[in-house]
């Protein structure tokens, strides 16, 4: 199966701890964004990445949240020092074009959970 | 900033019942996409739509794009149990290289 990949499907970490969410984007693809949904709500647009590039990550908070997609292996969000808040669905899409204009391909997502 | 709508938040219907949920748009968008999200799964793609005043179908499903290129539709005929999830409209962002998705409207189909 080619699709997208994310991992772990879930992840609990502490008050404090780090959050670190993978995704491998489908094969060939290599424009990554990423996005946090809270429950029964919409999906909400955190940054666009492409190889070894951010293009856009004017939906991230400036502090404790980082992402890369390096020139090999999967794509990164992480989140430092994590608060009850940032609890959520982390999804990643890949789309083999630039931009909004392509269709997404979502992987299975990542729940992560503060506690 | 941007913001794309959606209407109506929920829905409720009886198996057999047509669906509608509607989108719109702050700018004019180049393009509109719309994905289908099933409870605890992950969005998925259904179709893009590129012209003024385009139609398109898909089975039971039909897609609008308004004249002007700033709202959309998607229409399901006689609703099944498995249309139930929640349906998401998407844009462009200002640039052209985000994604603006709309909040979604979530359909209850009851057999």
């Known amino acids: 199966n080619a699709g997208v990949m994310q991992n772990p499907r879930h992840l609990v970490r502490r008050r404090g701890q780090e959050a670190r969410l993978r995704c491998s984007p489908m094969?060939?693809?290599?424009?990554v964004y990423w996005y946090r949904q809270l429950p029964e709500e919409g999906l909400k647009f955190m940054v666009y990445?492409?190889?070894?590039?951010?293009?856009?990550e004017s939906g991230m908070p400036k502090e404790r949240f980082s992402a890369e997609f390096p020139k090999e292996g999967p794509s990164i969000l992480r989140i430092q020092q994590v608060v009850r808040g940032d609890s959520a669905a982390y999804f990643c899409?890949?789309?083999?074009?630039?931009?909004?204009?392509?269709?997404?391909?979502f992987g299975p997502g990542t729940r992560l959970t503060v506690t | 900033g941007q913001q794309v709508m959606q209407i109506p938040q929920y829905q409720h219907v009886q198996e057999g019942e047509d669906f509608t949920t509607y989108c719109n748009s702050s700018?004019?968008?180049?393009?509109i996409q719309w994905y289908k999200q099933r409870p605890g799964g992950h969005p998925v793609f259904l179709i893009q739509?590129?012209?003024?005043?385009e139609v398109k179908k898909q089975k039971r499903l039909t897609f609008q794009f308004g004249e002007a290129k700033k709202n959309s539709s998607l229409h399901i005929t006689a609703t099944q149990t498995t249309d139930v999830g929640t349906y998401f409209c998407?844009?462009?962002?200002?640039?052209?290289?985000?994604?603006?998705f709309g909040a979604g409207t979530r359909l209850f189909v009851k057999a």
């Open positions: 899409a890949s789309s083999g074009g630039a931009g909004g204009s392509y269709e997404q391909y």
């Open positions: 094969k060939g693809h290599s424009h």
């Open positions: 990445l492409q190889k070894e590039n951010i293009i856009d």
């Open positions: 700018t004019t968008l180049s393009n």
């Open positions: 739509l590129v012209k003024s005043g």
């Open positions: 998407a844009g462009p962002g200002t640039g052209g290289f985000k994604t603006i």
